[in-house]
């Protein structure tokens, strides 16, 4: 298990203390993105949101690891990923309103003129693997220096299209790192119930790429450990990435984990289940790196930010119609009826 908190001094790390400030400081702001969309989730702003409480450490490390022009494939739970890769937190929650992520809105890469480098978020369970696994190859084939990180969950292990990304991965030599972070939980099914593999990281063997596991509430050794398989990856050598974590509030907001937590969460040590955002703000102070009001200045600079976020995002209304698009090129005339129903409805409506 790779980990830096609590083993060794900031001196000691490959961190400069300007990036491990950074580190903090967005860390910070994820958490302050994620407490204000379960708020606007909760007074029906947007319909339902998954939070990642618990995972700032794992999201933001991991983010800071990659190239900007590295290929990501999020899922539902990776915003803080986004949000610490440069996506603008109104992007994120225009999303949650139910705009079409290809629309050009602010911070989009084709908006400025830029190749995308975030996927969309995969909803449906690990079938962005695969794609990830064709854009690594894609990459190579063009000779771009640039990999493919595919999030995933500990739950998504146990799909088809999980074995099949790492097989195809393992066996074409795909620049591509799988990060998965096992927070302990699929839903209400604890991991000991998802797997009888005795890690995650341990999968990786079978198809003949490497597995390493990582404290995934140490921000510094997310960071250490992604930067270095991003360099194997790189060279043809795909590495899948266990982030230990911890779920720390519900599945989604649509979610009451009381009705199955305690029990099962017995058992996983401290380090696993405590804040990582306090651990970790406490490692720096300690190394004299950040001062006392570190942390309250960055969140008040975050609400700040996220106010401005969250009027942008409030300003227009998404179009009823667009759940239609992007699954044909050309709609079958039932679709084309659906649509016109919705579009119609929602006119009379207004
Ligand atoms: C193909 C598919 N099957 C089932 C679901 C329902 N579902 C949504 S989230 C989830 C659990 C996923 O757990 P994990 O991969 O550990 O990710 P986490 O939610 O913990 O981030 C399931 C089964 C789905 N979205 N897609
Ligand atoms: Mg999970």
């Given at each position: ?6 083993e060794?001094s900031?001196g000691?790390?490959?961190v ?9 400081r ?5 958490r302050v ?8 989730q909760?007074?029906?702003?947007m ?7 618990g995972?700032?450490?794992s999201?933001?490390g991991a983010?800071?690891?990659?190239a900007?022009?590295?290929w990501?494939f999020?899922t539902?739970?990776?915003n803080?990923v ?12 225009r999303?949650r309103?139910g705009?079409?992520e ?11 003129g830029r190749e995308p480098?975030?996927?969309t978020q ?6 962005q693997l695969?794609?990830?696994?064709g854009a690594?190859?894609?990459a190579a ?8 990180c595919a999030?995933?969950g500990d739950?998504?292990?146990?799909e088809?299209?999980f074995?099949?990304?790492l097989?195809?991965?393992g066996v ?6 799988f ?5 302990g939980w ?7 119930r998802q797997?009888a593999?005795?890690?995650i990281a341990?999968?990786?063997?079978a198809y003949?790429i490497?597995?390493?596991r ?7 050794a997310?960071?250490?450990v992604v ?5 194997s ?5 795909p590495?899948l ?12 907001t649509a979610?009451?984990?009381?009705r199955?937590?305690?029990?099962a969460?017995e058992?996983?040590?401290?380090w696993?289940?405590a804040?990582?955002l306090e651990r ?5 102070r300690?190394?004299?790196v950040v001062?006392?009001?570190?942390v309250?200045a960055a969140?008040?600079?975050?609400r700040?930010e ?6 942008a995002?409030e300003?227009s209304?998404?179009?009823p119609?667009d759940?239609f698009d ?9 679709l084309?009826?659906?649509?016109r129903?919705?579009t119609e409805?929602?006119g009379?409506r207004?």
């Amino acid at each position: 298990m790779h980990r830096v908190v609590g083993e060794r001094s900031l001196g000691e790390t490959s961190v400069e203390p300007d990036l491990a400030r950074t580190l903090l400081r967005e860390m910070v702001f994820a958490r302050v993105f994620d407490e204000r969309a379960v708020a606007l989730q909760r007074r029906g702003w947007m319909s339902g949101y998954p939070p990642f409480e618990g995972q700032e450490a794992s999201q933001v490390g991991a983010a800071r690891a990659l190239a900007d022009d590295d290929w990501l494939f999020p899922t539902y739970r990776s915003n803080a990923v986004q949000l610490a890769r440069g996506r603008s937190p109104a992007d994120i929650l225009r999303f949650r309103r139910g705009f079409s992520e290809y629309e050009p809105v602010d911070g989009d890469d084709t908006a400025a003129g830029r190749e995308p480098v975030t996927f969309t978020q995969a909803t449906p369970i690990a079938t962005q693997l695969p794609h990830a696994v064709g854009a690594g190859m894609a990459a190579a084939h063009r000779d771009a220096d640039r990999v493919a990180c595919a999030c995933l969950g500990d739950g998504a292990t146990s799909e088809g299209d999980f074995h099949e990304a790492l097989n195809f991965a393992g066996v074409f030599a795909a620049p591509v790192v799988f990060l998965c972070e096992n927070n302990g939980w699929a839903i209400s099914l604890p991991t000991d119930r998802q797997t009888a593999s005795e890690t995650i990281a341990g999968k990786a063997g079978a198809y003949g790429i490497e597995g390493v596991r990582v404290d995934g509430m140490d921000p510094l050794a997310v960071y250490e450990v992604v930067a270095e398989a991003r360099e194997s990856a790189l060279s043809g050598e795909p590495v899948l990435v266990e982030s230990l974590t911890y779920r720390r509030g519900p599945h989604t907001t649509a979610d009451d984990p009381d009705r199955y937590r305690d029990a099962a969460t017995e058992g996983l040590p401290e380090w696993r289940t405590a804040d990582p955002l306090e651990r970790y703000a406490d490692y720096l102070r300690e190394e004299g790196v950040v001062d006392e009001g570190f942390v309250a200045a960055a969140r008040e600079a975050a609400r700040e930010e996220l106010d401005e976020a969250v009027a942008a995002a409030e300003g227009s209304e998404p179009d009823p119609g667009d759940v239609f698009d992007h699954a044909y090129a050309a709609p079958p005339p039932r679709l084309r009826d659906q649509r016109r129903f919705v579009t119609e409805r929602d006119g009379r409506r207004e």
